[in-house]
């Protein structure tokens, strides 16, 4: 019906297009895990460049980007931070809705003032500990201390 | 796909919504469907009309449609999880449509009247199947309102399975299987729905109880054995299941909802002993299974020696494997295969083999990765999304997926014994396309709440500072 080398053009034509959406995709995938932070397409002739756009969102390369659950139910859990504060607790509005007997329904906040990340305690009845010390007032985050609430540890990332 | 310039830094959002890239995505689906179409009918009719853009450009408005209401109710939702449905969906049509073709020759050629096509049907049951997923994308705005109805989704997925066992032969039974309700002239599977249903019951079921399911008695062999009266709900489970082998007379839905159930118990109290008392109960049901009912017997026996079954119970199977070796590695190209002559379950069960024998390994492969896709990103969703219950059940919908289509994959390539499950979004079969439409509605649903960012918070809640606490469970 039609000449054999449009069909063996279609055959292989069409294989090839199949391939080129699954590797679309993957792009998309690998665009997902790798690209979502500004770090990786270098952020110093960014800045340079356009340095209203980023209003000191973020100290430079260094300053923490992610929000990572190292231990507990969440384990895994990654938020993106921006400068919003971030509400931990069990209550259903929290940014990390915990499932952990250990923690009251509004537990702690952590707040970015100017790039530094604050956690704070909103008077929890087991404690938020920063590290191994019970954390009062607002205190400053070194980067990789953990932030144990109950059974759940929570780690800044870059 | 624009994904190299990060749209955060144009705009000053933190997080990119992706809208535009599933947009492209779904653009790019919409050429390969179109180019399948093209191909089908320039090698079975020898033509290409203008009706091939016509096609394209109904799949691609559905979609649209589909696209922008994830825009508005769903922002930040996963931006692969559509693509890689439509282009199944899309590839499910057009085979269908090759199919129906080929048999209206086929019975032209003999002098029989043609057969009715199912192809517009399908299309039809595509249409509510989109329908369905609208609707659930517009009122459930926040999956966790799912949980707060976790025993009613169970009670009703329950009856749902039960409904095919309790009628009468007469309009439950298709070749040998009670799985459905047959009524004017229309046949639905309610088990399709009902394991939906359970999934969502057995996300909030667990997310309830993981605390007790995960505690430990004693240490045998390395595995932290659970206490013995923990063993209620997965017993419950198995009986269920075996329950469906018995009554409906259906392996793969039994093996379906039981596997779903022990992998969310694993997810949930991260404990390796339930996968071992689960693959323990699992065998001792199949072999239980396989003393009792000869029906079981002949899948086992056709399994370990197709070719001596060949001109009975063995026939689909064999023809099955002959499509494969025929496909080889290209395929014979779309619409030069002759899977219709050789299987009456090309459509359905045997989807699978059309796409072996006509795109070949590279082809099925192919399709394996776009469900490997889907998969991957009902995962990440899980992994990602901040509420317990939210992280099961998308992990659970992703896995019944996966198993699923490792069921149907490994039943027509002989990796394991033959039973009949649908392969989703892509077989002929209209209870099982909307069912499935509404598990991506749920996945895109929890996917969202996942990646969208963290709501800026203004005023103090106004619970904030009161005393009580209100407690959910």
Redesign the interface.
């Known amino acids: ?2 000449a054999e080398i ?3 053009a ?6 090839i ?6 590797y ?9 895990l790798f ?2 932070g ?1 770090a990786r ?1 270098s952020p110093v002739p ?1 800045r340079a460049s ?1 340095p209203v ?1 980023d ?1 000191g ?1 973020r100290k430079g390369p260094r300053g923490p980007r992610q929000l990572v659950v190292t231990g507990g ?2 384990t ?12 931990v607790g069990r ?3 929290s ?3 915990l ?1 952990d ?1 250990f923690a ?3 537990h702690a906040r952590l707040t970015n003032r100017d790039g530094d990340w604050y956690v704070e305690d ?1 008077g929890s009845t087991n404690g938020t500990y920063l590290d191994r010390a019970r954390v009062s007032g607002p205190t400053l985050i070194p980067p990789g201390a953990p932030i144990r609430i109950g059974k759940t540890v929570l780690e800044l990332r870059s | ?1 624009g ?2 310039t ?1 749209p ?2 144009a705009t ?1 959002r ?2 990119p919504t ?1 809208r535009n ?1 599933e947009l492209a ?1 779904l653009l ?2 919409t ?2 469907v179109m ?2 179409q093209a ?1 089908v009918d ?2 079975v ?2 033509s290409v009309g203008l009706n091939v853009l016509w096609y394209g450009a109904g799949f691609a408005g559905v979609w649209l449609v589909a696209h922008l209401v994830v825009r508005r109710f769903a922002r930040y939702a996963d ?2 999880i559509l ?2 449905v439509a ?1 199944l969906n899309g590839l499910g049509l057009v085979l269908i449509a090759r199919l129906d073709a080929a048999a209206a020759l086929d019975a032209e050629s003999s002098g029989e009247p043609i057969p009715g096509g199912d192809a517009p049907l399908q299309l039809a049951w595509t249409l509510v199947g989109l329908v369905l997923f609208l609707l659930v994308l517009l009122f459930i705005r926040d999956h ?1 309102v799912l949980a707060r109805y976790g025993y009613t989704f169970g009670a009703a997925g329950l009856v749902l399975l039960a409904i095919p066992a309790v009628l009468p032969t007469s309009i439950s039974e298709v070749n040998g299987a009670k799985l459905w309700i047959r009524v004017a002239g229309f046949s639905i599977q309610p088990g399709e729905f009902a394991k939906i249903a359970l999934l969502i019951f057995f996300a909030a079921y667990l ?1 309830a109880k ?2 007790v399911l995960s505690l430990a008695s004693r240490r045998v062999l390395g595995l932290e054995l659970p206490r013995g009266q923990d063993l209620g709900p997965v017993l419950v489970a198995w009986l269920a299941s075996l329950g469906v082998l018995v009554f409906e007379k259906d392996l793969g839905s039994s093996l379906l909802l039981f596997g779903i159930f022990v992998v969310m118990l694993y997810i949930a109290t991260e404990r390796v002993s339930w996968l071992a008392i689960g693959l323990l109960l699992f065998s001792a049901g199949a072999f239980l299974a396989y003393q009792l009912f000869t029906h079981v017997q002949i899948r086992v026996k056709v399994w370990l020696d197709p070719f001596a079954f060949r001109n009975d119970e063995g026939f689909q199977i064999v023809q099955s494997l002959l499509g494969l070796g025929t496909g080889g590695m ?5 619409g ?1 295969g002759r899977p219709d002559s050789l299987n009456i379950y090309a459509k359905t069960d045997f989807i699978i083999t059309t796409i072996g024998e006509e ?2 390994l ?2 099925l492969v ?2 394996l ?2 469900y490997l ?1 889907l998969v ?1 990103r009902g995962f ?1 969703a899980s ?6 219950f939210g ?1 099961l059940l998308a992990a659970g919908l992703a896995f019944s997926v996966a198993l699923q289509v490792f069921v149907v994959v490994g039943g027509v390539t002989r990796l394991i014994p033959l039973t009949g499950l649908t392969t989703p979004f892509v077989s002929y079969g209209g209870s099982s396309l909307v069912a499935n439409f509404a598990l991506v509605a749920l996945l895109v649903r929890i996917s969202d709440a996942a990646r969208r ?5 203004g005023a103090p ?1 106004p ?2 500072e009161t005393q009580t ?1 209100v407690l959910s469970r």
């Open positions: 019906m039609t449009v069909v063996q279609f055959r292989f034509g069409f294989l297009l199949l391939w080129l959406f699954i679309a995709a993957f792009r998309v995938v690998k665009a997902d690209g979502a500004p397409v960014r356009a756009k209003k969102r139910s969440l895994g859990t990654r938020i993106t931070l921006g400068t919003a504060p971030i509400l209550a259903d509005d940014t990390v809705v499932t007997d009251s329904s509004r909103l | 796909m994904e190299r990060n955060a830094l000053g933190s997080i992706r890239t995505m790019f689906a050429v390969v180019a399948a191909i320039a090698t009719r020898g931006p692969l693509p890689a282009l966790r997310v993981r605390d290209f395929g014979t190209g779309l030069g795109l070949g590279f082809g192919g399709v990765m776009l896709i991957e990440r992994l990602l999304v901040r509420d317990a992280k960012p963290a709501a800026p918070i809640p619970l904030a606490e």
